[in-house]
């Protein structure tokens, strides 16, 4: 067993002395009661009748820690009995050692309790107090919850039993699901993993998988789905790695007979936000919790620390809370990159908008470098130099930082990214993104622009044998003004998501907090970047990235840099979808340039749509006869 402090918590005459004492024996481990942490001043204001407040208990409870901390470092683990009434306790006495600390929570009723205390002797706490006990009384969500009402035999079988269960479960031993394991063991968490069984393919998968890596040497492998849900903890959760769509449904049918009231089922996958909602409702009738949850960073981050997205039930989330913050990325300040986003599908909404971007800062990143290799004549060595000293500046950002990397690898003398065929996939969620867009009547061009440069590239090979001439040389572009329409185009793009999000916000009244999503996409997640960390202040004060000074600023200084790029690229014969749609975007905020009207005159020519006109207060109609 990896080393644990298990605290046995509980009001006052709950029994935690017995059941610590006793625990402490069957597990070979030191006893200490948190009674003996007590300061004298404590003492004396108890055996007085008075309750102890907050600060009464702040030096206490930081002497229970201090020794557990010291015990861990001795590689001991430890048995205490202390109230920890409160949450804020707790978190006090699981001050860095959360991953070691385990909470008994010895649950029972007042009358019962009260039973006890007046039947015991030599206590400095008098039994009346047991109600200021049951006031602040804060029930924890992660404790093993152990029945007052049995026997001291019972209650010490019982907390034998789910102590050695696991705490935590996996579905879907994939590439992410894998990860993710060995992330949530790297970090103290006992777990139990589930793959399918197929004959022939996936036999033992778990098993196998467990017994490649040392941090796994606590986790238990599964094929056979009740034994697995038997082995885990109660309220259960289980994260969800498997593939989305009706293979989700398809597995929530099959596992949801072994699951019981208050179990929490946690969708990791790129699941549709709409399905989600839906799973809600559907597994809420029974009482069980189904929490959506993005989670970003590809392999690699899923293993050191990526960005996660949930939502759902709050009370439910509280309960997997603890184990996300521990494999999360961590922010600047060291924060978890993990944090509740809102009801509903809310967190697989944003995840959805989040690969969006992803597409058009991609998009972007390959129109630069087409620029670069093609019309100014630069080798890929080179154009991963300039991407490298951006990186060093307002620029920097994850998906900059590989594409340096990239072009700089070989394959027999030649350069890798020649040999890669000219065609890009996807998974469906660049097309939510773009057809949600739609549905709220949104321009996210960036991200529309980069999906349709996908599908583009698919169908490329049918045309090949198009006999165009070679575009005539011209002299290449400045690359300050590449930078410059790179800087600005990445600003559209992020405004565009984020005024997706902000709007679906607002239509399905999520009340989503703009600033807290860009934190927690400062790091783990694919799109991280400082710019990103300056969208997480720029939120705080405004909820529009246009109007925010220095955004403004930029789409002045850098426009014209912008259209250099795009005219440059049109000259090449470049295909840039998105910054041309970065730079028709800009055009479209001139309002002396006017395209929309003819279009409703159109529209009330050939259908009566009416329009509205500026000589007039908004919100008034009319129609004309035209002919």
């Not at 918590?9 to 070979?28: D, I, N, P």
């Not at 030599?122 to 009384?137: E, K, R, V, Y």
């Not at 034998?160 to 103290?188: Q, Y």
Request: negative net charge.
């Amino acid at each position: 067993m990896n080393k644990k402090i298990f605290i046995i918590m509980g009001v006052s005459g709950s029994g935690k002395t017995t059941l610590g004492l006793l625990l402490a024996e069957k597990l070979g481990l030191g006893f200490y009661d948190g009674d003996d942490f007590h300061p004298e001043k404590n003492i004396t204001k108890m055996s007085a009748g008075n309750p102890l407040t907050d600060e009464d208990r702040y030096e206490w409870l930081n002497r229970i820690n201090k020794s557990a901390i010291n015990l861990i470092k001795e590689n001991k683990s430890a048995v205490f009995a202390c109230s920890a009434l409160k949450e804020k306790y707790r978190e006090l006495l699981s001050e860095n050692i959360q991953n070691e600390i385990v909470f008994v929570y010895l649950k029972g009723t007042k009358e019962i309790i009260q039973a006890r205390i007046n039947a015991r002797k030599g206590h400095f706490m008098p039994s009346q107090l047991l109600d200021s006990q049951f006031n602040i009384l804060e029930e924890p969500q992660n404790a093993i919850d152990i029945d007052l009402s049995k026997s001291p035999e019972e209650m010490i079988q019982e907390t034998l039993n789910k102590i050695n269960k696991s705490e935590f479960g996996l579905v879907g031993l994939g590439v992410m699901g894998k990860s993710l394991a060995r992330n949530l063991a790297n970090n103290g968490t006992k777990l139990s993993l589930f793959n399918r069984f197929v004959t022939g393919k996936e036999e033992k998968v778990a098993e196998k998988f467990i017994s490649d890596f040392e941090e796994l040497n606590q986790a238990q492998g599964f094929e056979d789905l009740e034994s697995f849900c038997k082995s885990l903890q109660t309220p259960r959760k289980i994260f969800l790695m498997i593939k989305a769509g009706v293979e989700t449904d398809e597995f929530i049918d099959k596992i949801k007979p072994y699951l019981e009231k208050e179990d929490v089922l946690i969708d990791g996958g790129n699941s549709h936000f709409k399905d989600t909602k839906r799973r809600i409702d559907y597994l809420s009738k029974d009482g069980i919790h189904f929490i959506g949850t993005g989670v970003s960073g590809g392999e690699e981050g899923a293993l050191k620390g990526p960005s996660i997205m949930p939502s759902g039930n709050l009370d439910a989330y509280k309960y997997i809370e603890p184990f996300l913050d521990k494999i999360a990325a961590k922010d600047s300040n060291g924060q978890s990159c993990c944090t509740y986003i809102g009801p509903d599908g809310s967190g697989h909404f944003i995840k959805m908008v989040h690969n969006g971007v992803e597409y058009a800062e991609m998009q972007l990143i390959a129109e630069v470098y087409a620029l670069l290799r093609y019309k100014n004549g630069l080798e890929p060595n080179v154009i991963a130099e300039i991407f490298e000293e951006w990186n060093k500046g307002d620029l920097q950002s994850y998906l900059l930082e590989i594409t340096a990397k990239i072009l700089t690898k070989k394959e027999d003398e030649k350069w890798l990214i020649d040999i890669i065929l000219d065609q890009a996939g996807n998974k469906g969620t660049g097309n939510w993104t773009t057809v949600t867009a739609t549905e709220m009547g949104l321009p996210a061009t960036l991200i529309t622009s980069a999906l349709f440069a996908r599908y583009t590239s698919t169908v490329r090979e049918k045309y090949a044998d198009f006999a165009f001439e070679k575009p005539i040389s011209q002299s290449p572009i400045v690359l300050e003004k590449v930078e410059n329409a790179y800087k600005l185009a990445r600003i559209i793009n992020h405004q565009q998501g984020f005024g997706l999000i902000k709007t679906a916000s607002d239509e399905f009244e999520w009340k989503l907090n703009l600033s807290e999503i860009a934190r927690i996409w400062t790091n783990g997640c694919i799109i991280r970047s400082t710019l990103m960390e300056k969208i997480k202040e720029y939120f705080k004060i405004e909820g529009d990235l246009f109007n925010i000074r220095e955004i403004s600023e930029e789409i002045i200084n850098s426009k014209n840099d912008l259209k250099s790029f795009c005219l440059a690229s049109i000259e090449s014969e470049l295909a840039i979808p998105c910054m041309l749609s970065a730079n028709d975007f800009v055009n479209s905020l001139n309002s002396d340039l006017k395209t929309a009207n003819i279009i409703q005159a159109q529209r009330d020519y050939f259908g009566a749509h009416t329009y509205q006109r500026i000589d007039t207060e908004r919100g008034k109609f009319f129609h004309t006869i035209w002919n």
